[in-house]
């Protein structure tokens, strides 16, 4: 965990609200891949200009606090969100944040648990994603890095199109033209490198794929990238990204058996 400097203050108002004007969640959206800076991603190799796209909720290696617990992933930390409408689900949420594997926390976990997950989720899911990513922002510098290390003007875009879930374009956005050109160049660099280590060649593959970024349109509702933008907006300009904590403490949030009331969460990073 970084060392980091936390002030108060209500930073959060009118003013700073216009910053993010132009992103509005849960709206579906069609992003011109050939006319705009998109930078999807989808896995935690993914690479575009040298830079590594481990941006998604599953990838490791980003630990931070939420509320005096650390979660190794925000996959984590937001599947404890489903079941978090009575002090009572303290078991399911400790299983989920011991779980190292994400990917096992969802699959498994929440599976098998199902029936157990709030009845408003879909009320809550978006507000408490934006804040559990922004809690990941202010407590940890390399994840807050990363995201400072992508250019401004970049759609950040989560690439859905190989998942085929209920909530895939929820959180992502699917692009089947791009899919299709950067496949045919996967199948082209292995041709070519018959003889290349697969640690090198899956290295090659991301580098050279992720340079394809320009062809076909994306489209879904996209959150998670807007998110992650919302959060690059905010740390850039100092701010608190427009967190609806009133929605957040109407619907009652308990992490492991503690009711959430989001006070003094106009934490900042400086």
Known sequence: MDDRNITGGN?????????????????????????????PFCRATDVRDGIPLSLGN???????????????T????????????????QSIQYSLMEEPNAFLAKKVIKRKNLKYVRQDWEEIRLQ???YVVWQKCIGNSNFRNLLLSIPNDVVIIEDSTA??????????????ELRNVRRALKKELIAHNPTMKKKDLNKLIS?????????GNFVGENNMGKILKMCQIALRNNVIPPIDYDL?????????GELLTFNGEDRLWE
């Open 58 to 72: 599953l990838c490791k290696g980003y630990p931070f606090a939420l509320n005096g617990h650390i979660f190794l």
């Open 248 to 256: 957040l403490r109407k619907k009652k949030i308990y992490l492991f």
């Open 128 to 130: 408490w994603m934006l």
């Open 11 to 39: 930073r959060h108002n009118s003013c700073n609200q216009s910053l993010f004007n132009d992103i509005m969640l849960g709206r579906t959206e069609m992003y011109d891949a050939s006319k705009l800076s998109c930078w």
């Open 74 to 89: 925000s996959e984590a930390a937001y599947l404890c969100g489903e079941f978090s409408d009575s002090s009572s689900k």
């Open 163 to 176: 998942n085929h879930g209920a909530t895939s374009s929820v959180w992502g956005a699917k692009n089947k």
């Open 207 to 215: 580098e050279q794929c992720g340079k394809i970024t320009d062809v």
